[in-house]
C-alpha cells in the first residue's frame, strides 16, 4: 500500500537511497535536505524541501508549510559525523559538539515535535529514527566521543518518544543501518547503501505499537543499547 514517507537528510548517502527505493515502490516521498540543489538527479515525482534540523524554525516553518497533510512515516536520517579519532587526536572544538549533538540529537526532537500532528493524521503513523551500534554501551570501543555520545542519545531519545506517542498509536523505531559506503561511512564500509537501504525500509514497515522502542539493525537483529 502506497504512503507518505518524509526523509530528513535525503541529499546524498543513505537518506537520497531510501528516498528512490520508496519512490520506486510507489510511495509519495517529501525530501528533506539543507540544500535542495543537490537533488538535481532525483525523479521530479519526489517532492524536495529545504530543513534544517538543527535550527526549530526551520522544521517548524516546514510543519506549516505541510500543515493538514498525513506524514506516514518519518525517517530521521539527518546526521553527521564529526571529530574522529581518539580523545588526544580528535582535537574536537566546541562546535564539533554542538554540531554533532544539535543534528544526531536535537535534530530528530525537532523534527517529530513539529510534524506530530502530521503523524497523527495518519491511519498508521510511524517514526524511524537511524542510530548507530556504535551508540550502544553494549558495544563501547573508545574514540569517535561525538558520534558515539550522540547515538546514544538518540537510542534514548527514540525510546523515550516511544513511550510518550504510544498512547496516540504513533509507533518510534532506532535503527542500525549498517557501516554503509557513503561519503560519511567512507569507501572502507563493508555495507552497500542499496542493501542498507532495502533492509530498513523492511524493518519499517514491521514497526507498530505492539514493537515500539525497538532498536535493531537493518537485518533485523535487535541490538542491545
Given at each position: 500500500m502506497?504512503?507518505?514517507?518524509?526523509?530528513?537528510g535525503?541529499?546524498?548517502?543513505?537518506?537520497?537511497?531510501?528516498a528512490?527505493?520508496?519512490?520506486a515502490?510507489?510511495?509519495?516521498?517529501?525530501?528533506t535536505?539543507?540544500?535542495?540543489?543537490r537533488a538535481?538527479?532525483?525523479?521530479?515525482?519526489?517532492?524536495?524541501?529545504?530543513l534544517?534540523?538543527?535550527k526549530?524554525?526551520?522544521t517548524?516553518?516546514?510543519?506549516?508549510?505541510l500543515?493538514?497533510?498525513?506524514?506516514?512515516?518519518?525517517?530521521?536520517?539527518?546526521g553527521?559525523?564529526?571529530?574522529r579519532g581518539?580523545?588526544?587526536e580528535?582535537?574536537?572544538s566546541?562546535?564539533?559538539?554542538?554540531a554533532g549533538?544539535?543534528?544526531?540529537?536535537?535534530?530528530?526532537y525537532?523534527?517529530?515535535?513539529d510534524?506530530?500532528p502530521?503523524l497523527?493524521?495518519?491511519?498508521?503513523p510511524r517514526v524511524?529514527?537511524i542510530a548507530?551500534?556504535?551508540?550502544?554501551n553494549?558495544?563501547a570501543?573508545g574514540g569517535?566521543?561525538?558520534?558515539r555520545?550522540s547515538?546514544?542519545a538518540?537510542?534514548?531519545?527514540?525510546?523515550?518518544l516511544?513511550?510518550e506517542?504510544?498512547?496516540?498509536g504513533?509507533?518510534?523505531g532506532?535503527?542500525?543501518?549498517?557501516w554503509?559506503?557513503?561519503d560519511?561511512?567512507?569507501?572502507?564500509?563493508?555495507?552497500?547503501?542499496n542493501?542498507?537501504?532495502?533492509?530498513?525500509l523492511?524493518r519499517f514497515?514491521e514497526?507498530s505499537?505492539?514493537?515500539?522502542?525497538?532498536?535493531?539493525?537493518y537485518?533485523?537483529?535487535?541490538?542491545?543499547f
Open positions: 502506497s504512503q507518505t514517507i518524509l526523509i530528513t535525503a541529499g546524498r548517502g543513505l537518506g537520497r537511497e531510501l528512490l527505493q520508496s519512490h515502490r510507489g510511495d509519495r516521498v517529501l525530501a535536505m539543507r540544500a535542495p540543489e538535481a538527479d532525483l525523479p521530479p515525482e519526489i517532492e524536495i524541501y529545504r534544517e534540523v538543527t526549530s524554525e526551520s517548524a516553518a516546514l510543519a506549516s508549510e500543515k493538514g497533510e498525513a506524514v506516514d512515516l518519518l525517517v530521521c536520517n539527518a553527521v559525523f564529526p571529530g581518539g580523545l588526544r580528535a582535537n574536537c566546541e562546535l564539533d559538539w554542538f549533538l544539535m543534528t544526531n540529537v536535537a535534530g530528530p525537532f523534527t517529530v515535535r510534524l506530530l502530521n497523527q493524521l495518519s491511519q498508521h524511524a529514527i548507530s551500534v556504535m551508540g550502544s553494549q558495544n570501543a569517535s566521543y561525538i558520534y555520545a547515538k546514544a538518540a537510542i534514548n531519545l527514540a525510546r523515550n516511544a513511550v506517542l504510544a498512547p496516540l504513533i509507533a518510534v532506532a535503527y542500525h543501518p549498517g554503509v559506503r557513503t560519511m561511512g567512507t569507501e572502507a564500509a563493508p555495507v552497500d547503501v542493501h542498507s537501504a532495502t533492509g530498513l523492511e514497515a514497526l505499537v505492539e514493537t515500539t522502542g525497538a532498536f535493531e539493525d537485518l533485523g537483529n535487535p541490538v542491545a
